[in-house]
Each structure stands twice: as C-alpha cells, then as structure tokens.
Nanobody
C-alpha cells in the first residue's frame, strides 16, 4: 500500500491548510485512516483518525480547529486545518490501519511538511 500525502506548506498563524492522503488501493478496506505529526525533537503524535463508520477522534490540542474526513470513492483521507499556530508546525504523516488475524497492520505515507510562521 502506498500513501501519498500532500497539501502542506508555509502558512501564517491563524491561517488554514487542507491536507490530502491518496492511497494506492481502496481505503474502504482500512478500518482506520489517520493523521499523525512529528516535530523535530518530539515524539510522533496522533492528530486525528476516522473509522470506516465515520467515527472520529482528535488530539486535544487540535479539537475544534481540525477536521478529518475520508472519501472511500476517491481513496482519499483529508485533514482540514484552521486557526493554525506555530505549535502545529510538524511533518504530517498519513496512516492507514487494517485489522488482521495477526493484529493491526499499519501503513505510512512519506509525510507533508506544515510550517506555521509569520
């Protein structure tokens, strides 16, 4: 499975960005689509995730500002980000997870850089 993330860039504080993650196969087979981020010197953290049923969860730091969605027909997951602040600066990574009899298989994209700075 290949995951191609895009949409990152440089934005001023208070601005918005929309990230996309396109999968090389149908995402309807993935139980969870998620976005993680990793800033320099920090651990990777979960930003948001969405299940096949549409259930969502968010990191406390992004609640009310970020929205995750998925379009199974387009094999794409999205992350709409608004009211961005410098603490949101990080490499944003797309994740797809699928339950198997052996456990949860995780797949990762290469990431897209988000930089929030004036």
């Amino acid at each position: 499975v290949q995951l191609q993330a895009s949409g990152g860039g440089l934005v001023q504080p208070g601005g918005s960005l929309n990230l996309s993650c396109v999968a090389s196969e149908s995402i309807s087979s993935f139980n969870i689509m998620g976005w993680y981020r990793q800033a320099p010197g920090k651990q990777r953290e979960l930003v948001a995730r969405i299940t096949t049923g549409g259930g969502t969860s968010y990191a406390d730091s992004v609640k009310g500002r970020f929205t995750i969605s998925r379009d199974n027909a387009e094999n794409t997951a999205y992350l709409q980000m608004s009211s961005l602040n410098p603490e949101d600066t990080a490499l944003y990574l797309c994740n797809a997870a699928r339950w198997t009899i052996r456990g949860l298989n995780n797949y990762w994209g290469q990431g897209t850089q988000v930089t929030v700075s004036s």
